[in-house]
């Protein structure tokens, strides 16, 4: 299982970043994926997942309205529409799925919003 981050920088607060996941090693259209982020000092949390046809998705709540997870199976790709960042958006953001009871991550993509 590989999954490869891109797409995170540096924007300015009120600004949009599109994030993408390339997956490949597994079967990606019969896995949820999932996006967590981690800022510097804090742990690890969820950010948004989507089921594998991409027919269900949840946000966490500082998520939901601003951010969208999407998929396209037939690329193996899922991404993060983040709109309306925010200075807290700041972290690194990683891609993830789950096989059983084990968990697949990415190496991360760095978000700056900053002024």
């Known amino acids: 299982v590989l999954l490869v981050e891109s797409g995170g920088g540096l924007v300015q607060p009120g600004g949009s970043l599109r994030l993408s996941c390339a997956a490949s090693?597994?079967?990606?259209?019969?896995?949820?994926m999932s996006w967590y982020r981690q800022a510097p000092g804090k742990e690890r949390e969820w950010v948004a997942g989507?089921?594998?046809?991409?027919?269900?998705?949840n946000y966490a709540n500082f998520a939901r309205g601003r951010f969208t997870i999407s998929r396209d199976n037939a690329k193996h790709t899922v991404h993060l529409q983040m709109n309306s960042l925010k200075p807290e958006d700041t972290a690194v953001y990683y891609c993830?799925?789950?096989?059983?009871?084990?968990?697949?991550w990415g190496q991360g993509t760095q978000v700056n919003v900053s002024s």
């Open positions: 993830k799925t789950r096989d059983g009871a084990r968990d697949y």
């Open positions: 090693g597994f079967t990606f259209s019969s896995y949820g």
């Open positions: 989507i089921g594998s046809s991409g027919g269900i998705t």
